[in-house]
């Protein structure tokens, strides 16, 4: 589970880093931060939350389009 936590972390850092050349993505990230801080969980467990949002919402979407 450490190597995934650390993976994870890595990702996130990295795009962070790549942001600096992404304005889209650096104003994404600073509403995922401030969510965070309202929340008053870590950066890191509010991305989770909408990744994992995302992938919650698309497969919903795809089974109501495959389901008949």
Not at 36 to 45: C, D, L, N, P
């Amino acid at each position: 589970m450490l190597e995934a936590n650390s993976f994870f972390t890595n990702m996130v850092d990295e795009l962070v880093d790549f942001s600096e050349y992404d304005p889209e993505l650096a104003e994404g990230l600073k509403w995922i931060d401030g969510e965070a801080q309202k929340r008053g969980i870590t950066f890191y467990e509010m991305v989770f939350h909408v990744l994992h949002r995302h992938d919650v919402d698309s497969k919903a979407k795809d089974w109501l389009a495959n389901r008949n």
